[in-house]
DNA sequence: CGGACTGTTGACAAACTTCAATCCGAGTGG
DNA sequence: CCACTCGGATTGAAGTTTGTCAACAGTCCG
């Protein structure tokens, strides 16, 4: 715990921290946590009184083990953090990615302990919120209450997301549909949905979606030779988006072409 | 919405009925939903007031749709329901199962809209409670508000569950993992673990686990031939709960041994 | 420079999907 | 009351995708 970083009175916006009221923490942090997730600004106006901390982590740590027991909400601030439980025989199962605005370890509280670990794929840091005080007896912060809602509602979403990329039969159309989330979660940040950087390998990406780590390389590999996108390592281009979203459409097929999907042509090709 | 039930104040519970304020519903649903949810006992005696009415619901019917604005937040009270998505062009992939005390329609909380659609797999009910009522000024219902979050949190584990399935390489482990998983769903709600009536057909629990239904028909004989379970069309009984489980750990093998898995022996007999 | 890790590519066998036929039960209508 | 149909479930056969094993290139780090 010697990572983190507490927010003290007069550190960053100093006329926030003239509001907090009692606790050791000042309330800069709450104020850009809150601001992250959306609240209504001025929102937290309201006898704000809720200690928010920011703690550092380097890329390859573990956030919290799988197994820990539960004792603090967070949200990535900066960072990213691949979300994985382990299958009780030591092959590690990725559930999902989060990013800037995700909240972390929301599961662990109906069990009070983690079902899910988390570990930075960068370097990062996140927002922290004791349970023992956002469940405390203490004056609800009710913006808090609402962003928080909101926020385990996007991480509920986003667990369809793997089902998603899973239901998919073809390996092709899979990591068609990872590529395209991932642009989706890229826009929504403001950054190009058309040019991004994978913060995870190869490795993540095939459990994420349930394959091979070779057979996502050569997935890569004929995704690129059919022109739909440009690969460098974790480098991404996506070149035609329509063709890859027309791919990503292939199902346990109750459709009428679709072909045998050969290893020469696109099978996006004759279609647009 | 003409199979909307109001619980009308003086029906069940006439002295809880007797502190409801102002609100035309009764808050003997509230009373009744709050107990299920295991909230501390007489923790509802502060000013409950949250409009929470019963709807019942047919076998086969939708309870929302994919799409459909987000309106209420549901509960299960009895019945069972399937989770789905339809994945753009027509086929439906189911995300997970609903039982009593499950919440409905959370991930909608951040889009305004349902983006998973939940049909009744039998007859049931569910509590309503709308979001206008759950998010409004009103003061808030903290005992309420703690089981949500309490169910909100067990929905993103159970979430979890699907990917601990689909990781599996082998279907017969995939089914084994769910059959475990609805084991301890069932032991849950207090009924037997060793044998119960799967609500749910054959392609959906082939599109859960994602696989073809055939694939699932086939592991089922398999299973039964191995002496592990019992099966009859829907009906359920594990007969070898610890083979169940060793089975189950069959991963994208990083394991010593695990063999060949042929369709002949079974692969759990030569280790206990 | 050696070592470890990531990413790529090839070959083969196994498992799964697909198509197809069949059986069974429930619900319907003559 | 029985024949009929419809859907769910089971089982068989064939083809294809993908997992596994293996080798190799590139990069980072000690």
Redesign the pocket.
């Known amino acids: 715990m010697d990572n983190v970083l507490m927010f003290t009175p007069g550190r960053a916006q100093r006329q926030a921290a003239a509001e907090a009221p009692v606790f050791g923490v000042g309330n800069d942090a709450l104020a850009e946590l809150l601001e992250m997730l959306g609240a209504a600004p001025g929102a937290q106006g309201e006898a704000a009184a809720m200690p928010v901390s920011v703690q550092r982590v380097r890329a390859g740590e573990m956030l919290f083990h799988e197994g820990a027991a539960a004792e603090a909400l967070r949200f990535v601030r900066c960072g990213s953090f691949k979300l994985q439980r382990t299958v009780a025989d030591g092959y590690e199962q990725v559930l999902g990615f989060a990013t800037r605005g995700d909240v972390l370890g929301f599961d662990a509280i109906c069990t009070r302990s983690h079902p899910t670990g988390a570990r930075a794929l960068e370097d990062g840091s996140v927002f922290v919120i004791r349970l023992r005080d956002f469940f405390g007896t203490g004056p609800r912060v009710s913006a808090l209450d609402t962003v928080v809602h909101h926020a385990a509602s996007s991480a509920l979403a986003a667990s369809g997301d793997l089902a998603e990329v899973m239901a998919a ?4 159309a899979r990591l068609a549909r990872f590529l395209l989330q991932w642009s989706g979660r890229m826009a929504r940040q403001g950054r190009s949905p058309r040019r991004f950087h994978l913060r995870m ?3 993540d990406i095939a459990s994420y979606m ?9 997935c ?2 004929l995704l690129s030779r059919w022109g739909l996108v440009r ?1 460098d ?2 480098e991404v281009e996506l070149l035609e988006m329509p063709a890859l979203r027309l791919l990503a459409l292939n199902t ?2 109750p459709m009428d072409e679709a072909g ?4 020469a042509r696109c099978p996006a090709a004759g279609r647009g």
């Open positions: 039969v073809a390996a092709e390998g190869r490795r349930g394959l091979a780590h070779e057979t996502v390389s050569r890569f590999g690969v390592k974790r346990r097929r045998p999907a050969s290893t």
